[in-house]
């Protein structure tokens, strides 16, 4: 049972905009330890998306941003592409457990 | 070119052990803090372990704790984890992934599948 709760799943059409909730608490996003994103494509390894709540790594498109703000997280995804259908996970610390804690997992699924 | 590389997965009955590793190349791997994540068929992404680059602090799952163990060889770019007393729940493709920082993995390998099952 994760302690970051997301929807299972957000969908959109082409050129809409989604964003994907990450709900956490008091003793990981909300004790200010930074939340990180990841896109994993169907048979294929996750890819970094955004670290440090809002940092987006080398080649990542600015169609993805992400914020964070008390005990939650937000990855929006702007100009949606088909490329874009796949599952996200956010990921941070937890103070109480004292281990690295992922999401739930969202479906991004482009209409 | 920048890559991790897995290996060592496998069918194995419960109660039995495997050893992964994991072959880095193309970045500094004795600095980088580097980690375990699994994910079992049709489930989410679950974090195992992790290592300090001198390999002198380690951290793991409490489902885990007692039966796994992270180890790495610096001088061979490589990563391991041994498991023992392996279950049904282990059963999962492992990942090992590098750290860039504060738990932000940048570089990931393409797994090894561990199924434990008689």
Known sequence: ?111 | EVQLVESGGGLVQPGGSLRLSCAASGFSFSNSWMHWVRQAPGKGLEWVANIKPEGSENAYVDSVKGRFTVSRDNAKNSLYLQMNSLRAEDSAMYYCARDRASGASDIWGQGTMVTVSS
Not at chain 1, 10 to 21: C, K, L
Not at chain 1, 42 to 64: E, M, Q
Request: aromatic residues 8%; hydrophobic residues 30%; contains cysteine.
């Open chain 1, 1 to 111: 049972q994760s302690v970051l709760t997301q929807p299972p799943s957000v969908s959109g059409a082409p050129g809409q905009r989604v964003t994907i909730s990450c709900t956490g608490s008091s003793s990981n996003i909300g004790a200010g330890f930074d939340v990180h994103w990841y896109q994993q494509l169907p048979g294929t390894a996750p890819k970094l998306l955004i670290y440090a709540n809002s940092n987006r790594p080398s080649g990542v498109p600015d169609r993805f941003s992400g914020s964070k703000s008390g005990t939650s997280a937000s990855l929006a995804i702007t100009g949606l592409h088909g490329e874009d259908e796949a599952d996200y996970y956010c990921q941070s610390l937890d103070s109480s457990l004292n281990v690295y804690v992922f999401g739930t997992g969202t479906m991004v699924t482009v209409l």
